[in-house]
């Protein structure tokens, strides 16, 4: 990625410090599963992405801070996010697209571009889920939010599940929609008739 970006060698600081991140004890979803998962689809989309490196750079970061309990974290990644770039002497344009894609990671955005479509629709690809893997992501957020009380998280959580099925498409790029969206419908109803009224 960062030769991809132009930069030849850099220290693995930055390396260690987002694998830190993403191991804090108090995230059982945002993980370096959920890393793991999203940097699995990128191969297979990358050749449609006008900044393949961009967006790799933005998956790093896109979860970097993660404090359920705030609401500012996709703000807080995208300004690590930048100022890294910045700080590795990469192009304004390019730590300013970095930073865009980092913030449309958050659930009301609406993605512009090729380059946001096909990083929300990474980030998102746990929708599309085997059933199994679905359920068990219904538990990790429970567990990330398990300060909340039950009636609390089931309305909100509801909420939540609802928006994303009520969306004409849950999933922007046509690629993911044929091979995502019947699933994470199937999930998200499912999930939804779980949670109850």
């Known amino acids: 990625m960062w030769k991809g970006l132009g930069i030849a060698s850099i220290d ?4 260690h410090e987002l694998l830190a991140r993403y191991s804090e004890k108090h995230r059982s979803y945002h993980t370096l599963q959920h890393l793991d998962e999203c940097f699995a689809w990128l191969p297979e989309v990358q050749s449609a992405a006008d900044h393949p490196q961009e967006i790799e750079l933005a998956l ?10 705030r609401q500012d974290n996709e703000k807080k990644s995208a300004e690590w996010a930048r100022s890294t ?4 002497k990469l192009p304004g344009s390019v730590a300013d697209r970095v930073y865009e894609l980092v913030m449309v990671t958050r659930h009301s ?8 479509k096909i990083l929300v629709d990474i980030d998102l690809s746990i929708l599309g889920a085997a059933a199994e893997r679905f359920d068990e992501y219904e538990r990790q957020v429970r567990k990330e939010y398990a300060w909340v009380p039950g009636l609390l ?3 909100e959580r509801r909420k939540i599940l609802e928006e994303f099925i009520g969306r004409p498409r849950i999933f922007n790029t046509d690629q993911f929609f044929r091979s995502h ?8 109803q499912r999930s939804i008739n779980k949670l109850g009224g």
């Not at 790093?60 to 309990?69: E, G, M, P, S």
């Not at 019947?182 to 998200?188: C, E, G, M, P, V």
């Open 12 to 15: 693995d600081a930055i390396f």
């Open 60 to 69: 790093w970061f896109h979860d970097a801070i993660c404090d359920v309990k």
């Open 85 to 88: 770039a910045l700080g590795l």
């Open 109 to 116: 955005a609406v993605p512009n571009g090729t380059d946001a």
């Open 153 to 155: 998280f089931r309305r």
């Open 181 to 188: 969206e019947a699933q994470a419908r199937s999930n998200l």
